[in-house]
C-alpha cells in the first residue's frame, strides 16, 4: 500500500485540462432571480465548516462520478449546483472563484484570515508540507457545504408535487470523485465525457431540461483580471483554454481507450505546458482540481485506516503560505487557516483526522475495517501495474489473446504512436517470469529553475535521444519546477534480465 509519502505526492499529479476562456451555452434559466434570493438567505460572511447532516442516521458515500452520472437526479442536480457556483458574481464569498482562490492564486485573504507580513500573494494551501492531505481535507468540506446548500435550494424550486423526492434526493448529495486509476468502461476513455467531451451539456432542473455549459468541462472567468494574475498573461491563457483535450494530441479520436492513457500520458504530461491543472497556483480554478482531490481524500482515507497508527509529525514546512513561514514546525495541532471550527477557532489536522466528522464517507472504508479496505484496492488496482499497463496491447497480441480494452473508434495519434514503439515486452514477459523495475531518484527540484526530466537506463544510451521516450512516471514538483523520471528500454535490457535470472 501506498505510504503516506507517497500518498501526498500522488495528490500533486494533476491532469491537466483548463481554465477557460471558452464561453458555452451560459447558465441554466430558472425563470426568476433565484440566485439574489439565495445569497441573501446564505449570508455574507463565509461560514464555519461544519460537515453535512447523516441521513437516516447514516453518512452518504462521496462516490466516483461515473457512479454518480447513473443517478439522474442527483447527478443534474450536481451540475446545476456546480454551474450556479461557477456563475455567482466573483465577489461574494461562496463564488467558484473565491473558494478556488483560497488554493493558490490571487493570493487574496479570505474570510478575514490575513496574512503575515510578506506573503499577501500567496495561496492558503500548504505544498510540501505535512499538511498537505489534512489541509485539504476541510477546504473539500467548504466546496461540499457550499455545493449541498446550493442543491437543497435548488430542490425547493421544482414545482410543488417534485419538492419532495428532490428534497429527499438532496439530501444525499457528497462531491464526487475522479478515480483515474480504475479501469474505465470498455470502449471509454479513463477521462468520463461528462468531463471532457463536449463544453456543453444537457441538464434537467425545476424549469425543464436546457443545455447550459458544461461546468465540468472549463471554468470561466467573470470577468479575467489580468492585474491579479501576474504570471499567467491572458495571452498564455488561451491556446490550451480552447478545449479541454490539450492535455492529448488533438484530432478527431481525441479521447483515450484504455486505461493506458493513465500512465502513458497523463502523468507525463500533467507537469507540461499543455493545461494549467499542473500549474499549482492557479489549479484550483480548474473544476477537475475538485474531482481530482476528492479522490486523493480517498486514498488517503484508505491508506489511514491500513496505518492507524501513523500520522501527522511534526516537521518544518519547506515553503510558505498565506499564514505560515517557510521554516515553521507544523504539527498535528497547527491552524488549518482559514478553515473556522469556530468564530475564532480553526480546524487542526487532530481534528479532522476522522474524514466523518465532516459527515461523509467512501465506500471502501464506510466500515474502516482493514481487511476489507486491502481487498478493495487488490480489486480495483491490482490488474494495472506501470509495467504490465505499458506492454499489455503487445504481450496480449504475442499470446493471441487479442485486445478487448480497445475498439474499432479507438485510435488516437497517440494510441498509435504508442504501438508503434513495439515496447520490447519480452524484456519484461520473459516466459512466464515477470520483472518490474523501480528507481528511486533523489533531486534538488528546484535545481534548474524549470521542468527537467531524468533519463534511466539499463546498459549503454542510445544515441539518439529522440528515443529515449519510452514511458514516465511524473514526478510533480510543489515549486514551479517539476521533475519526470522516463525509464528507457535497450537491446542490452534483455541480457541484464537473463543475467539475473541465471543468478536466482
Keep these: 500500500m501506498l505510504p503516506l509519502r507517497f500518498t501526498v505526492l500522488l495528490s500533486a499529479c494533476f491532469v491537466p485540462t483548463h481554465l477557460a476562456s471558452f464561453s458555452g451555452r451560459g447558465q441554466y434559466e430558472y425563470g426568476s432571480d433565484v440566485h439574489a434570493r439565495f445569497q441573501k438567505r446564505q449570508g455574507y460572511r463565509p461560514p464555519i465548516v461544519t460537515g453535512l447532516p447523516s441521513v437516516d442516521g447514516h453518512l452518504p458515500s462521496r462516490r466516483e462520478i461515473r457512479e454518480l452520472e447513473k443517478d439522474e437526479d442527483l447527478w443534474n442536480l450536481f451540475l446545476l449546483a456546480l454551474s450556479w457556483m461557477q456563475y455567482t458574481d466573483q465577489d461574494v464569498w461562496s463564488s467558484w472563484y473565491k473558494i478556488a482562490g483560497i488554493h493558490g492564486a490571487p493570493g487574496q485573504t479570505?474570510?478575514?484570515?490575513?496574512?503575515?507580513?510578506?506573503?499577501?500573494?500567496?495561496?492558503?494551501?500548504?505544498?510540501?508540507?505535512?499538511?498537505?492531505?489534512?489541509?485539504?481535507?476541510?477546504?473539500?468540506?467548504?466546496?461540499?457545504?457550499?455545493?449541498?446548500?446550493?442543491?437543497q435550494y435548488i430542490a425547493s424550486l421544482y414545482p410543488p408535487e417534485k419538492q419532495e423526492h428532490f428534497g429527499k434526493v438532496a439530501k444525499s448529495f457528497r462531491l464526487p470523485y475522479w478515480d483515474w486509476a480504475a479501469t474505465p468502461p470498455n470502449g471509454t476513455g479513463v477521462l468520463p465525457l461528462s468531463m471532457g467531451g463536449d463544453p456543453n451539456i444537457a441538464v434537467s432542473g425545476p424549469n425543464g431540461v436546457q443545455t447550459i455549459a458544461n461546468p465540468l468541462f472549463s471554468y470561466t472567468f467573470k470577468p479575467f483580471n489580468a492585474s491579479i494574475f501576474p504570471e499567467m498573461p491572458v495571452s498564455s491563457l488561451k491556446p490550451a483554454c480552447k478545449h479541454n483535450e490539450a492535455w492529448i494530441?488533438?484530432?478527431?479520436?481525441?479521447?483515450?481507450d484504455s486505461i493506458e492513457a493513465l500512465h502513458d500520458s497523463i502523468h507525463?504530461?500533467?507537469?507540461?505546458?499543455?493545461?494549467?491543472?499542473?500549474?499549482?497556483?492557479?489549479?484550483?480554478?480548474?473544476?477537475?482540481?475538485?474531482?481530482?482531490?476528492?479522490?486523493?481524500?480517498?486514498?488517503?482515507?484508505?491508506?489511514q485506516v491500513l496505518y492507524n497508527d501513523s500520522y501527522v509529525v511534526p516537521m518544518p514546512a519547506i515553503y510558505p503560505s498565506h499564514t505560515s513561514a517557510a521554516g515553521q514546525i507544523q504539527d498535528k495541532e497547527t491552524a488549518l487557516t482559514p478553515f473556522f471550527f469556530e468564530n475564532d477557532t480553526f480546524w487542526t489536522s487532530d481534528m479532522v483526522r476522522d474524514h466523518e466528522v465532516f459527515g461523509y464517507t467512501y465506500p471502501e472504508v464506510s466500515t474502516k475495517n482493514r481487511v476489507e479496505v486491502v481487498a478493495s484496492i487488490n480489486r480495483l488496482y491490482t490488474h494495472y501495474s506501470p509495467a504490465t499497463i505499458a506492454m499489455a496491447h503487445q504481450w496480449r497480441q504475442s499470446r493471441g489473446y487479442g485486445n478487448t480494452a480497445?475498439?474499432?473508434?479507438?485510435?488516437?495519434?497517440?494510441?498509435?504512436?504508442?504501438?508503434?514503439?513495439?515496447?520490447?515486452?519480452?524484456?519484461?514477459?520473459?516466459?512466464?517470469?515477470?520483472?518490474?523495475?523501480?528507481?528511486?531518484?533523489?533531486?534538488?527540484?528546484?535545481?534548474?529553475?524549470?521542468?527537467?526530466?531524468?533519463?534511466?537506463f539499463l546498459g549503454n544510451a542510445p544515441g539518439d535521444p529522440s528515443t529515449w521516450h519510452r514511458g514516465m512516471c511524473l514526478r510533480y514538483a510543489a515549486s514551479d519546477s517539476s521533475a519526470a523520471f522516463a525509464f528507457v528500454n535497450d537491446p542490452a535490457l534483455k541480457?541484464?534480465?537473463?543475467?539475473?535470472?541465471?543468478?536466482?
Design 110 to 151: 479570505w474570510g478575514g484570515v490575513e496574512a503575515i507580513p510578506g506573503n499577501d500573494n500567496i495561496g492558503y494551501c500548504h505544498h510540501v508540507s505535512i499538511l498537505f492531505p489534512t489541509w485539504h481535507r476541510p477546504y473539500l468540506a467548504l466546496y461540499e457545504q457550499n455545493l449541498y446548500d446550493i442543491v
Design 249 to 256: 494530441p488533438t484530432d478527431n479520436n481525441g479521447t483515450y
Design 268 to 303: 507525463t504530461l500533467g507537469g507540461g505546458a499543455f493545461g494549467h491543472l499542473s500549474i499549482i497556483q492557479y489549479s484550483a480554478f480548474d473544476p477537475l482540481f475538485l474531482l481530482h482531490h476528492v479522490n486523493v481524500d480517498r486514498i488517503f482515507a484508505m491508506w
Design 406 to 456: 480497445v475498439t474499432d473508434n479507438s485510435h488516437s495519434r497517440w494510441d498509435a504512436y504508442r504501438r508503434s514503439l513495439r515496447l520490447p515486452i519480452n524484456a519484461v514477459f520473459d516466459g512466464e517470469d515477470y520483472y518490474e523495475w523501480i528507481a528511486n531518484v533523489r533531486v534538488k527540484k528546484d535545481a534548474l529553475n524549470d521542468s527537467f526530466i531524468i533519463h534511466l
Design 495 to 504: 541480457a541484464v534480465m537473463k543475467e539475473q535470472k541465471g543468478r536466482a
